[in-house]
């Protein structure tokens, strides 16, 4: 008996369109999102977890456990891929018995044994879309019990809010980066990408050295002092203007580093959810 992929989503196109918006297919997710997949085997004591993305042809991988490949890897051919059929509905798609489900008997993975029980939990995002799948994966019988799906299927919903919050942090750092060079162009119509960088630095509170700088200098946005230069008032209206005031700057790279402590309360805030 051989494989028969799953057939594509109705609303295929646009789900499409949500993954192509996260633009991290192909990135290094791995420190990010590992938790997940390790509190996941933690839990149900399935073999290998992994989390991962589909797009027109290809299931990738964001991060697993005991699975081959990795962060940002294609995993293989989508038309290949049991978890094809986990995209196709909101619920999961449990088959403790690989072998005698006809999705899966033909699978390369179960006939090999490695797959003898499957699992998998759709990735939901904010807007409704299957971006890929969530799969746990045994080489012996194994069901997972009420609780445990449960908490996984709470674990998969943090993973989904965690990519909704990246992709809308990128769009927002985009826009306002786009604003920044919009109000940096006015106040200096002919400088150059380096002035800009420069700028930056310098609204970053960053040591630049002063012959760099000229430009800047020239154009009244800073001045040398002592061993540093610093903005004048100009520099600092147009700093205000451009939003890169010091605190926001660090804020956005906190935000976006915002994994460090998730492992810490992860486990106590399963139940908020």
Same mark, same amino acid.
């Given at each position: 008996?051989?494989?028969?992929?799953?057939?594509?989503?109705?609303?295929?196109?646009? !789900?499409?369109?949500?993954?192509?918006?996260?633009?991290?297919?192909?990135?290094?997710?791995?420190?990010?999102? *590992?938790? $997940?997949?390790?509190?996941?085997?933690?839990?149900?004591? #399935?073999?290998?977890?992994?989390?991962?993305? #589909?797009?027109? /042809?290809?299931? $990738?991988?964001?991060?697993?456990?005991?699975?081959?490949?990795?962060?940002?890897?294609?995993?293989?051919?989508?038309?290949?891929?049991?978890?094809?059929?986990?995209?196709?509905?909101?619920?999961?798609?449990?088959?403790? /018995?690989?072998?005698? /489900?006809? !999705?899966?008997?033909?699978? &390369?993975?179960?006939?090999?044994?490695?797959?003898?029980?499957?699992?998998? #939990?759709?990735?939901?995002?904010?807007?409704? $879309?299957?971006?890929?799948?969530?799969?746990?994966?045994? &080489?012996?019988?194994? %069901?997972?019990?009420?609780?445990?799906?449960?908490?996984?299927?709470?674990?998969?919903?943090?993973?989904?809010?965690?990519?909704?919050?990246?992709?809308?942090?990128?769009?927002?750092?985009?826009?306002?980066?786009?604003?920044?060079?919009?109000?940096?162009?006015?106040?200096?119509?002919? %400088?150059?990408?380096?002035?800009?960088? $420069?700028?930056?630095?310098?609204?970053?509170?960053?040591? *630049?050295?002063?012959?760099?700088?000229?430009?800047?200098?020239?154009?009244?946005?800073?001045?040398?002092?002592?061993?540093?230069?610093?903005?004048? @008032?100009?520099?600092?209206?147009?700093?205000?203007?451009?939003?890169?005031?010091?605190?926001?700057? @660090?804020?956005?790279?906190?935000?976006? /580093?915002?994994?460090?402590?998730?492992?810490?309360?992860?486990?106590?805030?399963?139940?908020?959810?």
């Amino acid at each position: 008996m051989n494989f028969i992929a799953a057939p594509m989503p109705a609303n295929e196109v646009r !789900r499409q369109e949500a993954v192509e918006r996260l633009k991290i297919k192909g990135t290094d997710q791995h420190d990010v999102m *590992v938790v $997940y997949s390790e509190m996941a085997q933690e839990l149900t004591g #399935f073999a290998a977890v992994a989390a991962t993305l #589909f797009d027109a /042809d290809s299931q $990738y991988s964001l991060a697993s456990c005991n699975f081959p490949g990795n962060s940002g890897d294609k995993l293989m051919d989508r038309a290949e891929s049991i978890c094809s059929y986990t995209i196709l509905s909101n619920e999961p798609t449990l088959i403790p /018995d690989t072998v005698s /489900d006809q !999705r899966t008997a033909g699978h &390369p993975a179960v006939t090999s044994g490695m797959c003898k029980s499957y699992a998998g #939990f759709p990735i939901i995002n904010k807007d409704n $879309y299957a971006l890929g799948s969530f799969c746990l994966v045994h &080489p012996e019988k194994k %069901a997972l019990t009420e609780q445990q799906i449960i908490l996984i299927q709470k674990l998969v919903a943090r993973l989904a809010h965690q990519l909704d919050t990246q992709s809308e942090q990128r769009e927002i750092t985009s826009t306002k980066m786009q604003n920044a060079i919009n109000e940096f162009s006015e106040v200096a119509p002919n %400088a150059s990408l380096d002035d800009f960088k $420069y700028f930056m630095s310098l609204c970053s509170d960053k040591k *630049v050295s002063e012959p760099l700088l000229k430009n800047l200098i020239d154009l009244g946005l800073c001045v040398p002092e002592d061993d540093k230069t610093s903005l004048t @008032q100009e520099g600092r209206k147009l700093q205000q203007k451009m939003g890169l005031q010091t605190q926001i700057l @660090q804020k956005m790279k906190i935000e976006g /580093d915002a994994a460090n402590n998730m492992f810490n309360d992860m486990l106590s805030q399963l139940g908020e959810i």
